[in-house]
């Protein structure tokens, strides 16, 4: 139990922070007890099935097969046991190293990006209705130069549902000239991105084929 726990951390600090789901990996008491139940149960019944065998047996016949070194049966019921136990023992050591060797596997899947030294956070402006379209978005690029102005930052990116791993943005929407449903429900949703020049830069993504976005319009 203790290298468990000790295991567990030590796996988990070696993890990406951005992998999905690992709050979720704990050394959980709820098996911990359904085991420890398991393995007394176990002992209690392998324990006292021999008991009762020897209140049933005579007494004269136990010594005298003690004496011989036991009978045939009893061995091949031991045998069976040990080899029903290394099967066992086998399977679960198979699981461990295939378990292990996933997460080697994941450790060297390159995903696209690089995550090293990169600092994602969420922020809002001004939300006030009498804030125009223009405006907001006047402020968020005044947000993005003061943030390429400080020192040490290489490349700095605004972005709407692009981090990697982390889901996506919908919006409902419906379609002009039809009538607008009753609630957001039934509507359809459109998955969008938004990211700006400096996103390939910050996270180091390698261009396969064409060039990446620019400032320029179109």
Known sequence: MVLAKWGTRAILAALPDALP????????????????????????????????????????????????????????????????????????????????RSLVALAKIDPGFDPRNVLSFSTSLNSAKDVTAAQLRANYRESLRQLEAVPGIESASLIGGSLPMTGDSEVPFWLEGQAKPANENDMPFAVFYCVNPGYQTALRLPVQRGRFFHRARR
């Not at 709820?30 to 008991?51: D, E, K, M, Q, R």
């Not at 065998?53 to 003690?66: C, I, R, W, Y």
């Not at 198979?94 to 292990?100: F, K, R, T």
């Open 21 to 100: 789901r690992t709050d979720e990996i704990i050394v959980d008491w709820h098996v911990l007890l359904f085991t420890a139940g398991i393995s007394i149960l176990t002992g209690v019944v392998f324990g006292l099935a021999p008991a009762f065998k020897a209140l049933q047996s005579d007494m004269h016949e136990t010594l005298k097969e003690g004496g011989r070194g036991g009978s045939g049966t009893r061995h091949r019921t031991q045998s069976v046991f040990v080899v029903v136990e290394v099967a066992m023992a086998l399977v679960l050591l198979v699981g461990a190293g295939l378990m292990i």
